[in-house]
């Protein structure tokens, strides 16, 4: 495997551009090829089976760009997807659950976490298993929140409509005194000033995304797989549909690192 070939970022849409960024702050040096699922977002509402279809071709579509590791940055597609990719793909793959959980059961006192997610990740179940795993007393409970990836995308981060909506998806959550809080999904991460104003300092966020990057940083330097040449196409950017709009709204997160966006057909992979 060349170690100067790039990390494959995949998600079903834009969200997962705050893990690119997290990557990008932390390594650098490391050239990126991401995928956003444009045509067929949202995976949040989908099926197990979907899901692991959808994920399959993108990743067949990642190999084509001969990239060295796959980070799946959509907590859905991680959710339902990571463990049947990993059976069938010979290099690294890693998802965003194990190292936001990893982090909530690091960081919790009492041991009562909260989760919000998309309703695929919090029925899933994935974040209080894992979490469990590293903790096993820990009591973690579970919110699905579908309205705050539209309200990202429709660019509201800081707007009342926004902090109305999540002080009564969050309210369960404050009646169970969680400690903890983890951002279970791409785009929470954009509305944090929103969650940490309405659940108040003396609640840890936990960004999976960032715990990602420290994650994979880890993995390559172990593998001896970091990049030691970097190409002069270092960011490259594909979506399964509206490829210009993605870029619009790309360059909200990653300002310096998008220009152009592809688009190509997904169902051929
Ligand atoms: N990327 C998804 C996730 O993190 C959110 C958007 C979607 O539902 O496709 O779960």
Redesign the pocket.
């Known amino acids: 495997m060349d170690r100067n070939s790039p990390i494959g970022v995949f ?3 834009i ?2 551009l705050t893990v690119a960024r997290e990557i990008i702050r932390q390594l650098p040096d490391e050239p990126l090829v991401y995928f956003g ?1 444009t045509a067929r ?6 099926s197990k089976e979907t899901i692991i279809r959808y994920a399959k071709q993108v990743i067949h579509f990642l190999r084509t760009q001969d990239v060295k590791a796959i980070v799946i ?7 339902y997807a990571l463990e049947e990719i990993e059976k069938e793909t010979d290099i690294p793959v890693i998802g ?1 659950v194990r190292a936001g959980a990893h982090m909530a059961a690091e960081m919790s006192r009492s041991g009562k976490i909260g989760v919000i ?2 309703a ?2 919090i029925k899933s179940g994935i974040y209080g298993d894992t979490i469990r795993k590293y903790r096993p007393d820990a009591q973690v409970f579970g919110k699905a929140c579908p309205l705050f ?1 539209p309200l990202v995308e429709e660019g509201l981060w800081h707007d009342s409509v926004t902090e109305e909506i999540a002080s009564r998806y969050v309210s369960e959550l404050k009646g169970k005194f969680i400690d903890t809080l983890v951002m ?4 929470y991460p954009l509305i944090r000033s929103t969650l940490r104003k309405i659940m108040g300092d003396g609640v840890t966020l936990v960004n999976p995304a960032y715990e990602t990057a420290v994650e994979l940083k880890g993995m390559l330097m172990e593998q001896g797989l970091t990049c030691t040449r970097i190409p002069e196409e270092k960011y490259q950017f594909f979506v399964s549909d509206q490829a210009e709009e993605f870029t619009n709204f790309a360059v909200s997160i990653l300002p310096e690192q998008v220009r152009e966006t592809k688009k190509i057909d997904i169902e051929e992979f």
């Open positions: 998600d079903s849409g969200g997962g699922d977002l949202p995976y949040g509402s989908k940055a959509c907590n859905t597609a991680s959710a965003v997610g998309t695929g990740t990836v279970g999904c791409t785009h």
